[in-house]
């Protein structure tokens, strides 16, 4: 079974004094964990923040990233950038990227890949809207949003993938999944990935985000397919990320 992550997705949030302060007071309080902590940080906060956690097992990796190697594509940030700062992972495709930069699980496959060839992490979320759910559409959307998603994956490369299920209803809403419904997502999910990529799915890290805290964290990352969270809101003060990380210990 894969270890429990616990990626803290700070989105558009700190400014990089905040971020420091932040970094520096964590590495003082951190818990007897056995979750590998990553934090997700505007790319402004990232050379202080990787800088503030040197020397701890607290990863740091980025909110998205440029689906090219390098040259001319203003504002983006390749994985090279990322890598030679020491950060691990990138978030590709979070629904408020595909929603307000038009991010198209086909844009997503390619920054995905990007990263992968750069030598870091891609969190590929994926996770669906209310009326889908109402529908009870949920399990095909999610799924076939996956499989797009990971079009330009290479099958040795998946190795190293981690996936995030985050239906959009639960996110920033404090309407949780049921424990259940993240079971039920990621078990589904990772019958996708065994037929994608057989030597490496049960290794792949399936995370839950949406809305998770410190009261719900430990529930959720005891399913059997749940292998971690990506949290936003409770992922802004030290207190309850020591929290989170002391439940899953
Ligand atoms: P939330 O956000 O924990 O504030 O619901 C999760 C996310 O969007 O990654």
């Given amino acids: ?19 420091r302060a932040w ?19 505007p790319a ?13 097992p607290v990863q740091c990796g980025a909110q998205d990233i440029s689906a090219h190697e390098s040259g001319a594509y203003t504002g983006e ?14 978030i590709v495709g979070h629904s408020e990227r595909r929603e307000y930069h038009a991010e198209t699980s086909q844009k997503v496959a390619q920054k995905a890949a990007a990263a992968l060839a750069g030598g870091i992490v891609p969190i ?3 996770g669906e809207g209310l009326d889908i759910r109402e529908k009870g559409e949920h399990v095909a959307y999610t799924v076939a949003q ?3 998603s990971l079009e330009q994956l290479s099958l040795s490369s998946a190795a190293q993938l981690v996936v995030a299920y985050e239906p959009i209803w639960a996110i920033g809403t404090g309407k949780t999944a049921t424990a259940q419904d993240a ?4 078990a589904a999910l990772r019958q996708e990935l065994r037929s994608l990529y057989p030597a490496h799915a049960d290794q792949i890290q399936i995370l839950y985000g ?34 989170m990380a002391a439940a899953l210990r």
Avoid: F, H, R
């Fill in 1 to 19: 079974m894969p270890n429990i992550l616990l990626a803290l997705n700070w989105k558009m949030n700190k400014t990089p004094s905040e971020a």
């Fill in 44 to 56: 402004i906060d990232l050379v202080d923040v990787a800088s503030a956690l040197k020397g701890t």
């Fill in 77 to 90: 940030i390749s994985a090279a950038m990322l890598s030679d700062i020491g950060a691990k992972y990138a």
């Fill in 183 to 186: 079971e039920d997502m990621a």
């Fill in 210 to 243: 949406g809305s998770v805290k410190p009261a719900n964290i430990a529930e959720i990352c005891a399913q059997p397919n749940v292998n971690g969270a990506l949290v936003g809101g409770a992922s802004l003060e030290v207190a309850s990320v020591v929290d």
């Fill in 146 to 148: 996956l499989q797009d």
């Fill in 23 to 41: 970094a520096e007071e964590l590495s003082t309080a951190l818990p007897q964990t056995s979750a590998q902590l990553a934090v997700l940080a």
């Fill in 124 to 126: 590929v979320c994926v």
